[in-house]
């Protein structure tokens, strides 16, 4: 009798949804005390999206999870898992934004959950569909990371304003016995000594919502930005160097790198440290900003529509975020090319 194959996880379909407003540089001079040319040579941005007042993160996952799903050339029945990586849920305690988004696309009795890990939220959700289908417990696990990190964000506050954006992308993850389609690694970590260089106060158990709470504003993002950056640069590139040393991987061999996009001088420090020529390194921080959750996963739909990413290239996941969070992940792109 011949033994049965491992169930493998592979990385089937993308999809994203970037809402219609955009939010310039030359807007955010009107609102507060800063200029384009501090705001392009500090971090590379020139826009970011920005959802409308009734349109909610699950709206936004919702149509990049159909997206992906129709390019996966499945349907809502076939998916068995749905997780959504978010810090900006549609509500902050229950229900989760994952249980809302499979409501939307007409995904019924699977088990949904969100993922907290900020910015790294999506590959931590990778490391997770890849755990559920090696295991044999699912098949088609939908990945979402969506944020509407304007909801969060104080447009009086010029060290954070400028960086975040909005959108949604999202991933089939599925079962598959072909070793050549198969994640190669994944690897996720945290550290929360670091928990105040990004923390948004409230509402939760320690703060409640309360009069106080609304006028201090600790409802919104705070982040040490020079801290954060430095150890941005440090953690990725090191993150990076050992997920391709232990694979016995040349960062020549990577067609694709595929950094968070929080800033385009930690993505430059990163690539330069991994001696990355700029064809390696994909960026969109410049029309998206930070989108968190949702900046990889857009990232990766990005070069997809362009028809820059083809079946069965290398992709080269690297992220960092509060928590603080980080994570990587080497894999090839196992869907058609557009
Ligand atoms: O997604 C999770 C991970 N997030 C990140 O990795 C973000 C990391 N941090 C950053 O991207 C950068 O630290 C920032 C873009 C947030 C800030 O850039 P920086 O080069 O670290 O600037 P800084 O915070 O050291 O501030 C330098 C100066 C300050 O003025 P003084 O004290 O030198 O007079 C700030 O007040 O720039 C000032 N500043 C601004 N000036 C004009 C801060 N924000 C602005 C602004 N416009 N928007």
Redesign the pocket.
């Known amino acids: 009798m011949s033994a049965t194959k491992p169930q493998l996880a592979s990385f089937r379909s993308i999809g994203a949804y970037v809402p219609e407003k955009i939010l310039s540089n030359e807007d955010?001079e009107k609102m507060?005390?800063?200029?384009d040319e501090?705001?392009t040579k500090?971090?590379g941005i020139k826009e970011r999206h920005i959802a409308d007042k009734d349109e909610s993160t699950s709206d936004m996952g919702a149509k990049a999870a159909q997206k992906a799903i129709e390019r996966a050339g499945l349907k809502a029945e076939d998916i068995d898992l749905v997780l959504c990586a978010t810090v900006t849920p549609d509500y902050f305690n229950m229900p989760s934004t994952a249980c809302i988004i499979s409501d939307k696309i007409g995904i019924r009795n699977v088990q949904a959950f969100d993922i907290s890990a900020?910015?790294s939220g999506f590959v931590y959700a990778l490391s997770v569909a890849k755990a559920f289908i090696e295991s044999g417990m699912k098949k088609n696990v939908l990945v979402v990371g969506a944020e509407k990190f304007s909801s969060i964000v104080d447009y009086t506050d010029?060290?954070?304003?400028?960086?975040f954006g909005d959108g949604a992308g999202a991933a089939v993850i599925s079962a598959t016995e072909k070793e050549d389609e198969a994640f190669v690694d994944v690897h996720a970590s945290a550290d929360g000594n670091y928990a105040d260089f990004?923390v948004t106060p409230a509402p939760g158990s320690v703060n409640p919502v309360s009069q106080q709470v609304i006028d201090e504003g600790l409802n919104f993002v705070q982040?040490k930005?020079?801290e954060?950056?430095k150890l941005?640069v440090k953690t990725l590139t090191k993150d990076v160097k050992e997920i391709l040393e232990k694979n016995a991987i040349a960062s020549d061999d990577i067609p694709h790198f595929i950094p968070?996009q929080?800033?385009y001088?930690?993505i430059k420090a990163v690539g330069d440290a991994l001696k990355m020529k700029e064809e390696q390194v994909v960026r969109t921080v410049h029309k998206y900003g930070?989108t968190?959750a949702a900046?990889i996963p857009m990232a990766i739909n990005d070069i997809w529509e362009s028809g820059r990413l083809q079946k069965g290239e290398l992709m080269l996941l690297d992220t960092?975020?509060?928590g603080l969070t980080w994570a990587s992940a080497l894999l090839p792109f196992a869907g058609e090319s557009c």
């Open positions: 955010l507060v005390d800063t200029t501090w705001i500090r971090t900020a910015c010029r060290s954070t304003c400028i960086l990004l982040m930005g020079n954060t950056f941005a968070h929080a800033n001088r930690i930070n968190s900046s960092f975020g509060g």
